[in-house]
């Protein structure tokens, strides 16, 4: 017999009240929903400066204000900036899949914090806030999208509207996972569309664009390009982990 989603939903809220908060990195016991022990909290691997001006990859040494890396000077992406809160490592991939597989959901207001600090510039100057949408079967498997969760839970941090139907994504694909930059980049080519009733909030606007982690960037620049194509202003990329691989230097 199948669980009644909506007996299970109520059933985990009551869960929530009565069982004591954990931490969002450890089964440690919290005293408050939402919270990382300062031990662990300590080894996140956050991002700052300084970094690539336009894709926010870490620079080791202090770089001048407004340098790039070589990649952004050789073939500019269509995005204005990305920016991630913390490098995807052992101990953020933890938080990722508790958001994205489990629907753990205490700890959206804080990453909504660090993600609002990452990308404060981006934040400061957007018009609409966009999440990185799933295809409806994936949805409807999965119940929730975790980057319109974490859209939501930005829009509240920064005080921006979030239009969480933007971006439709029309072609299923097969998962990100396991695949080369260049198959992801093919994977996701004309995956991604604006609908008619969102092209009038979107012309025009500086959007920021959300979405859970930043791999090879294929898939945040193809929603870029989509938003651009619907005359968005200019768009920033934000999100919650990003994948920091060693540069390749060879030519
Ligand atoms: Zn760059």
Same mark, same amino acid.
């Given at each position: 017999?199948?669980?009644?989603?909506?007996?299970?939903?109520?059933?985990?809220?009551?869960?929530?009240?009565?069982?004591?908060?954990?931490?969002?990195?450890?089964?440690?016991?919290?005293?408050?929903?939402?919270?990382?022990?300062?031990?662990?909290?300590?080894?996140?691997?956050?991002?700052?400066?300084?970094?690539?001006?336009?894709?926010?990859?870490?620079?080791?040494?202090?770089?001048?204000?407004?340098?790039?890396?070589?990649?952004?000077? !050789?073939?500019?992406?269509?995005?204005?900036?990305?920016?991630?809160?913390?490098?995807?490592?052992?101990?953020?991939?933890?938080?990722?899949?508790?958001? &994205?597989?489990?629907?753990?959901?205490?700890?959206?207001?804080?990453?909504?914090?660090?993600?609002?600090?990452?990308?404060?510039?981006?934040?400061?100057?957007?018009?609409?806030?966009?999440?990185?949408?799933?295809?409806?079967?994936?949805?409807?498997?999965?119940?929730?999208?975790?980057?319109?969760?974490?859209?939501?839970?930005?829009?509240?941090?920064?005080?921006?509207?979030?239009?969480?139907?933007?971006?439709?994504?029309? &072609?299923?694909?097969?998962?990100?996972?396991?695949?080369? !930059?260049?198959?992801?980049?093919?994977?996701?080519?004309?995956?991604?569309?604006?609908?008619?009733?969102?092209?009038?909030?979107?012309?025009?606007?500086?959007?920021?664009?959300?979405?859970?982690?930043?791999?090879? !960037?294929?898939?945040?620049?193809?929603?870029?390009?989509?938003?651009?194509?619907? &005359?968005?202003?200019?768009?920033?990329?934000?999100?919650?982990?990003?994948?920091?691989?060693?540069?390749?230097?060879?030519?």
């Amino acid at each position: 017999m199948g669980t009644h989603p909506g007996r299970r939903s109520i059933l985990s809220r009551a869960a929530d009240l009565v069982w004591p908060p954990r931490s969002l990195l450890s089964d440690r016991i919290v005293d408050r929903p939402g919270v990382v022990e300062a031990d662990l909290w300590a080894q996140l691997a956050f991002l700052g400066q300084p970094c690539c001006a336009t894709c926010g990859f870490p620079f080791e040494t202090a770089v001048e204000d407004g340098s790039l890396c070589g990649a952004c000077a !050789g073939e500019p992406p269509p995005y204005a900036s990305a920016r991630a809160a913390v490098a995807y490592d052992d101990l953020s991939r933890k938080l990722v899949l508790d958001l &994205k597989r489990g629907g753990r959901r205490d700890g959206l207001p804080v990453f909504a914090g660090w993600m609002a600090r990452a990308g404060a510039h981006a934040l400061a100057e957007a018009d609409v806030i966009v999440p990185t949408p799933l295809h409806w079967t994936r949805l409807a498997a999965r119940r929730f999208n975790q980057s319109a969760w974490l859209a939501l839970a930005v829009g509240q941090a920064a005080g921006r509207p979030v239009l969480v139907d933007g971006l439709v994504r029309r &072609k299923a694909g097969r998962s990100q996972g396991g695949l080369t !930059g260049g198959q992801r980049r093919r994977n996701v080519q004309g995956a991604f569309a604006v609908p008619s009733g969102a092209r009038k909030r979107l012309a025009a606007r500086i959007v920021v664009l959300i979405d859970d982690v930043f791999t090879t !960037g294929a898939t945040a620049e193809a929603c870029v390009r989509t938003l651009l194509r619907a &005359k968005a202003a200019k768009v920033h990329v934000l999100t919650l982990a990003r994948v920091v691989r060693p540069v390749d230097v060879s030519i």
